[in-house]
């Protein structure tokens, strides 16, 4: 793919390749950036199953890496590129942060935060929705297919993801 | 005080233990503690500042803790015990545990996940508020009075809390 450097598809073409490496570990594919001034700061995928955590969102983590990186808290002059649409967790973490920017690939239909009714995210955080959308859901839909053709469904997969 | 062990007035002045643990580190005083068939399984305290991560709330760690300890993800069986009403980040992490009931102390009435018009906990998560909301609110405001009075307050005081 051709894409111009440092535009969102750039990045969220490199949050796909987090969202690649959770699926090899038989991870909820969904990968995450944390961008400043065109730097990445911070990259992440979703751990649940390896830390034996439900909080382990790629978008948890990259925040605090992020935050660990700049060396301090908050994230004002930076962007969130993740591949799935946050959740209220990840979207309330975001509210603590004040990142600057939310760029996200694929919708969640079930648990993404732009369902709820009020709003969650600081009233200074600008977003954008669908960008490499089918290709982020691609991998999504390919993980559940081939979790339910091996029968490894434990039940414990994320509601919003099925 | 003489409470009644194993109620949940008992376990909430725990987790007020951890709040005040908070507060002699300078963080702002929230506790959490969660308990399982009266076992308490993880206690854990805000660490903000100290872990320079604003994830770091005191449930946040409590739900990492206790899924450590129990060797499992989902925490059913469990009670959150809270000295402030969680905020959304912390009630959207709750739902991903699954964890069966959740009590705090005082309310947040700017933070709070109650003021969220969408339903964001599990839809079998029980929930009880007030449990010696004076104590939980009063550290928090000693500790915003503190603050006030020393000149420390850099700005970046949880909006809700002040």
Redesign the interface.
Known sequence: MDIPVFSDTWFMNEALKEARAAFDKDEIPVGALVVCNNITVARAHNL?ETL????AHAE?QA??AA??AL????LQECTLYVTLEP???????A???RIGRIVWGASDEKRGFT????R?LHPRTKTTGGILGNECSTILKEFFRTKRKSSRNNG?I?PGLN
């Not at 034996?52 to 909080?55: P, S």
């Not at 959740?87 to 309330?92: L, S």
Request: aromatic content about 12%.
């Open positions: 649940t034996n955590d439900v909080t948890m925040f605090t935050a660990t060396g301090g808290k908050f959740c209220v967790m990840c979207a309330g973490a509210y603590w942060t369902l709820s009714g009020e969650v414990d994320e």
